[in-house]
């Protein structure tokens, strides 16, 4: 066998090898396997210190008739749509890698557009991106996922385990991109003329804003359609936007040539006989229905408003915190900086929690989340920020960054682990409610007021974790169960107790089918 490649059994007839083909691999294949990972998450790194730099400053430097949030709400409802029609098709037909270079590509115009921002430009921009997103998102999990199975298995190792580890490293890389693309804006803003309006006084305060009777309107009291007379709010000149934008395209260009040049494609690790959907020869409208099965399954229904939560949470910190906190009192040139906290804090935190998930469990860790939005969004409530009092917002941007990694690590890795059989419509379904969310807190952003956002952010977390609590009960009991129906001798199984433990969701074929070979 050459390489330590993949050996395909072609004797089982042609209709059950697409099945079922063994996946031979060497034990050395798992450096090759890491090799993967870290391609697809430095790519997904590059691309993202694009999308996020520029999605962070739409609120302040398009906020001209809500321009800015209007095209994000328009990217986010694209998703929607695109969750729902088309990731197993995309990924069906082009496989996975080629899956992500095309997708990854429909950024590009998105970006470009900033160099001449209007509605009849942004917006079919962000539809674009909001369509290629959904396939992007549902080819990198499904990419992690399998890949996490044959580590295992080489391993000798826990797959749930490995899978969350894998996506912690990823959403590691994934997070600092939200640091270089604020680096990036916040660099270019500061050293133009934007940002030396505010006046550094000799105790190194910023001196403008002392008595600015603006300030009693940002915070929680902040509200779009009455802050146009704040000069922090003002749009940087167009000379320093082009020069992000030039450099964050650049960044999407990169990012496509990252995956077409060094990344493996899944066809290596048994990308057609997945015990999935995508193994079988089967209708675009039956793949289209499997989104929607999805949605019957108990759990599914469940961890919808926890997911909501997460799109929710993320809008908040990237539309509202940077407009009505940070733009408000600051100015527009801070905001890179107070989100490159968020970002670093994200970071650490994806990594510390995917690897501490082994040793303390999910729950805690997402109790932990909980208390910590929470408390945050109770805070916000009543803090008054102001710009004698910088330390603040790092502060709690920071804290925003530990809940995000919670979501981000604990809430994937528990789709990937309850529905492993179909992994697809899962994580279809994961970016569809996460969507979901952000779209209402950007349909919304320009006519609430931050306190009702805030209002609304902290019932949504409380509703979501009453869904998550009963889905690790429902866990509970099921494990229980069917551990007791494994210890039942086979010919003395019942039909219902066969039926029960060949329809675990969290059964895989894929884990039988890996042979490892010492060669």
Known sequence: MH?????????????????????????????????????????????????QGTANLQSSINAKEGLGTVSLSAIYAALVVSCIFLPTLVIRKLTVKWTLCVSMLCYAPYIASQFYPKFYTLIPAGILLGLGAAPMWASKATYLTQ???????????????????????????WQTA???????????????????????????????????????????NFCVVETSDNANLQRPPDSEIFEIS???????????IIVAVFLDPLSRYGERRRGSISATEISGMQLLSATFKQLKKANQQLLILITVFIGMEQAFIGADFTQAYVSCALGIHQIGYVMICFGVVNAICSIIFGSAMKYIGRVVIIILGAIVHGGCII?????????????????????WGIGDAVWQTQINGLYGALFRRNKEAAFSNYRLWESVGFVVAYAYSTNLCARMKLYLLFGVLVCGMIGYTIVEIRQLKKEKRLKQLEEIPKQQQTDADRKAIEEDDEKDELEEDIVVTHL
């Open 379 to 399: 805070y916000l409530l009543y803090w008054r920020p102001h710009p004698d009092h910088p330390i603040v917002f790092f502060v709690l941007s920071g804290l």
């Open 147 to 173: 890949l996490g199975q044959v580590y295992a298995k080489l391993t000798d190792q826990s797959v749930e385990a490995i899978i969350v580890r894998f996506f912690g490293f990823f959403f590691l890389a």
């Open 246 to 256: 030039a450099i964050y395209l650049s960044c999407i260009i990169a990012a496509v």
């Open 178 to 220: 939200e640091l270089w693309g604020n680096l990036i804006s916040s660099l270019v803003l500061s050293s133009g003329a934007h940002g030396a309006a505010a006046a550094v006084d000799e105790n190194g305060t910023i001196s403008s804003h002392h008595s600015d009777p603006n300030l009693d309107s940002c915070g929680a």
């Open 3 to 51: 390489g330590g490649g993949l050996d395909t059994d072609k004797h089982n007839g042609a209709d059950s090898a697409s099945l079922r083909e063994k996946v031979q691999l060497r034990r050395g294949e798992k450096w090759r396997i890491l090799k993967n990972i870290i391609t697809v998450s430095v790519a997904f790194m590059v691309q993202f210190t694009a999308f």
